[in-house]
Every structure is written in C-alpha cells, then in structure tokens.
C-alpha cells in the first residue's frame, strides 16, 4: 500500500522562523509583527470562519487574536510552537463570540449550504461539485465537529498540536476527528 | 462485529492521516488485500480525505493587515519610549471603551490558553481610530444639519410667501388704468382770437384769477362792514344803558 500522500509534517509553519519573529518584535522591531500577520492571517482567518461561519465575525476574530498576540507577546513561551500557541487563541476568541451572540445555528448570508442535495445517486460528481458538497455538510455540522475537521484538514495539524490547542488529550482528538468524518460521511449519502 | 469494523475504520482514518505506526500500516494492508468490503472502504474515506484536504480555504479580507498593523501602534506594548511617559497610555485593551462596543463584541472573561493574561480584547482595537473618524463625520453631519434648519427658518419667516390655502381664484394679467380719450362733445370752439390760442388761454386764465381775487376782496369788505355795524349796535345799545341807568 502506497503512503498516503497527506501525511501532517505539522501545522503550516516554519517555527524557528516564528520565534525569530517573536523575538525581533520583542526588541521593537514592528516589521516582525507584521510577517508574522502575514504568515498566519489566512490560516486564523479560516479557523473562525469555520466555527463562526460569519466573515465578519471571522476578520474580527482574525484582528483580535493579533492584537492580543501583539499585547501579549511576552507571555508566549518558545519552548512551544508559535502556531500552537496562536492557534489557541483564535479558536477560543471565536468559540467566546459564539457563545456570547448565541447564534450557534445561524450562517452567513453568502454561505452557500446546498450541495448534497444537487448530487444524484451513484453520480460520480466532480472535484468542484465535491468541494462544494462538502462545504455545504460542514457549514451544518455542529461547532466541535468543524473545529477538529478545520484544524485537522485546513490547517493540517497533527494529533499532538490538535490537543495541544484544543486543551484535551490526543486519544479525545482521535475520537473527535473519527466521529466528525462519519457524521460528515453521513451527510453525504449520495455522494460517490 | 459492528466493533471490529468500527476499529478498522479507525485505523484507516490513522492511516490516512498519517498518524498510524508502521505496524498498524502494514496490518492495514494486510487486511485491504483479503477483503474487498473493507478495500472499497478505504477508498471511498480516501476520497473524502483527499476532498477535505482540497477544499479552497477562505481568502483573509484584503485590509486584515493593514487594520491589524493600523491599531499596533495604539497597544504601545513594545514601544520602548512609553517607559519614558509620565503617565501609562491608555491600554487598547481596557474596558474603557467596551462602553462604545456592541454587546456581542465585549468580552467578559475568555477561555484563555496558558500563560495569557485574561485581560481581553475587543474589537475596539481596531475601532478606536474609527471612532475618531465617526465622531469627525458626525460633527460635520451636525453642523449640515444646523445650517439646513437656519436656512430653513429664514426662508419661513423672513419671507412672506402666501400659503397655497390662502390663494385662491385665477391669475389674470394686470391691466393699467386708461383715461376716456376725449371725444367731439368735449371740444368747445370759442371765438376766434387776434392772436393764438396760447394767448387766449393766458388771459383767460389771468382773468379767473382776477374773478377770485375780486370775490375774495369784496368778501372781506362785506365781513368787516358786518363787523363794523355789530360794533356800532352794540355802542349805541350801551349808551343807551348808560342813559336810562341816569335817569
């Protein structure tokens, strides 16, 4: 059997590039700060668009978790991943406004959530139909079930970083990301 | 059974993602090879894999880093020359602004990861210089405002224009006042004169004066022999008092 082909090297990051970053910033060097802005605004910008399901909420969320970074940079511990670190906190700052506006069902105007339901039996789809199929499943599946599938899949963190950031323990992760697949498969019966 | 099938489909979302041993790689595909069921369900979770991890990811709004690097300077945290304040700038961070902040935005203690302070943010980091700029239009909305309203007040009350209900009847062109033209009747032929019509018009204006003049004179003269007799009267009336008082 060939390797699979996506095997997780770790979150999309460079490390000691990151705590270089963190370090110059440290010393007063702005510029730093804004690399490291750049680096990561897509990957946090996509970690609260996936629990948040806002685009407006996301780029909020992307703007505090910075900020916050930028504030708190001297709290950050280089014995652990920068990725790791900033991860956690975008996941929890989306997770608290979704707690606090309470809209945990509602979408975005612009997302679109059909997708399955245009795919007919047996229909081999294609790649494009695919993505939008699973995109429409994933925007109605539960919060916890979007997280680990965003951390897992579009971030491409491993067992170990997603229980590092999620605060829980790998075998929990494992569950968590096996249970999220089959719900997910599930909302794609149709789909071959 | 339900089990087993279950822990095989465990193991091949480990092995897809790259988290299995070799062991338990090389038990997989031991497995795959003696049964077709489970072969064909590595390869539909296959493709599910190989689809979530090709889903486009969601592009950052384009101004995410500049609005983020724009409110940087507003934390100071790492501006060595803050130490040298008098006093402690503002902190971006602090709950003084949270008043200007939607309910939803203001945060009330997060779930922070470890070695974070608790102290939390709010989207006013980025909105403090917005709120400048808000204030700024809201001023010049204001001062529109007043300007329309004076305007507004002068038109009512410095000028008198009548109320539609106050009008009524059709509009007519203003017609100028036009004098009778003389007719023949009112031409009166005189006798022919000496001389021109110029000059008998004088006289007989001078005449006409003269005619007043006359009356007015012989007016006079009759009011003063009136008054005259009145005085005569009333002298012989009281010598005659003067007479029978003698007696």
């Known amino acids: ?172 992760v494992k569950s968590r990301l096996f249970d999220a697949r089959r719900r997910l498969r599930g909302l794609l019966q149709d789909w071959r | 059974m339900n089990d087993q099938r279950s822990r095989h489909t465990a193991l091949i979302h480990s092995v897809l993602d790259g988290q299995a041993s070799e062991a338990e790689t090389r038990a997989l595909e031991a497995m795959l090879a003696d049964d077709p069921a489970l072969r064909a369900e590595y390869d539909d979770w296959k493709r599910l894999f190989l689809a979530l991890d090709a889903m486009p990811r969601e592009h950052a709004p384009e101004g995410l880093v500049a609005a983020t690097i724009a409110a940087l300077p507003l934390a100071g945290a790492r501006d060595s020359s803050a130490a040298d304040q008098p006093f402690p700038r503002r902190r971006v961070f602090g709950r003084t602004l949270s008043g200007f902040l939607r309910p939803g935005l203001q945060h009330s203690r997060a779930i922070e990861p470890s070695g974070i302070a608790s102290s939390t943010p709010t989207r006013s980091v980025s909105m403090a210089e917005q709120s400048h700029r808000i204030m700024g239009q809201r001023k010049a909305w204001l001062g529109a405002g007043i300007a329309a309203a004076a305007a507004l007040a002068v038109a009512q009350f410095g000028f008198d224009f009548p109320v539609a209900k106050d009008v009524t009847g059709a509009v007519v062109p203003a017609e100028r006042y036009r004098a009778a033209p003389n007719g023949s009747e009112d031409v009166k032929l005189v006798a022919p004169a000496a001389t021109s019509g110029k000059v008998v018009g004088a006289e007989a204006a001078a005449d006409a004066s003269r005619s007043t003049a006359e009356r007015s004179q012989s007016q006079q003269t009759a009011d003063l022999t009136m008054q005259q007799k009145t005085a005569d009267l009333t002298m012989q009336q009281k010598t005659a008092d003067l007479k029978t008082a003698d007696q």
């Open chain 1, 1 to 172: 059997m060939a390797a699979p082909t996506f095997s997780t090297l770790g979150c999309i990051s460079d490390e000691d590039e990151d705590r270089a970053l963190v370090a110059r910033y440290l010393r007063g060097d702005r510029d730093a700060f804004t690399s490291l802005v750049v680096r990561y605004q897509r990957p946090i910008y996509n970690a609260a668009f996936w629990v948040l399901r806002r685009h407006e909420d996301a780029n909020d969320v992307s703007q505090i978790v910075f900020l916050k970074v930028a504030e708190r940079a001297e709290d950050y511990d280089p014995s652990h991943k920068f990725f790791s670190w900033i991860y956690r906190i975008a996941v929890n700052e989306a997770l608290n406004l979704l707690r606090r506006s309470r809209r945990e069902d509602a979408l975005d105007d612009d997302t679109d959530v059909a997708g399955d339901e245009s795919a007919g039996p047996e229909r081999q789809a294609s790649a494009a139909e695919l993505s939008q199929q699973l995109r429409g499943a994933m925007m109605r599946m539960s919060t916890n079930d979007r997280v680990v599938l965003t951390l897992r899949h579009f971030s491409e963190c491993s067992y170990e970083e997603m229980a590092l950031i999620l605060e829980i323990d790998e075998k929990t």
